[in-house]
């Protein structure tokens, strides 16, 4: 593997709620490292039995949704997308359009940091589309491909 010396950016979680509308606790990405504009990035969620999703999913042994999931890595991309466009323009809204190709492959917990590894597959104008894998501890947990459109304020 080459060092291309190409310097890779970071997003946290205060520049995160300036990208996003959301809030706790739809919120679902904790910060955003290794981004490469918008055609890469990794999102962190750091996976914690205070949730509140995990009072009725399942008390007595507690599972993060697969939609939470899900949602999270469209977080991910959508804010990447929000971050790499030129300074000035002002954005009305991120509608999340399409999931695909959805696969659960193990449980995640409390105690566990989700990474939502994106990738951007196409752009075309206003939309873009992302292959994203969930990865536990080495282990991918889910995958999707996710796509979303971006409305500019007139």
Known sequence: MTD?????????????????????PFLLV?????????????????????????????????????VLMIEGMAQTAGAMCVAAR??????????????????FRKPVGPGDTLEYHMTKTAQRRNMWWFKGEAIVAGQKVAEAEVSAMLVDQT
Do not use: C
């Not at 291309?4 to 706790?24: A, F, V």
């Open 86 to 103: 030129p300074p000035g323009t002002k954005l009305k809204a991120v509608y999340f359009m399409t999931i695909d190709k959805v696969k």
């Open 30 to 66: 904790d910060k955003i490292i290794n981004v490469d504009g918008d055609a890469s990035g990794i999102g962190i969620k750091n996976v914690t039995m205070n949730e509140p999703q995990f009072t009725g999913h399942f008390p007595d042994q507690p599972i993060m949704p697969g």
């Open 4 to 24: 291309t010396g190409k310097q890779l950016g970071y997003i946290d979680i205060l520049r995160l709620m300036e990208l996003l509308p959301h809030r706790y």
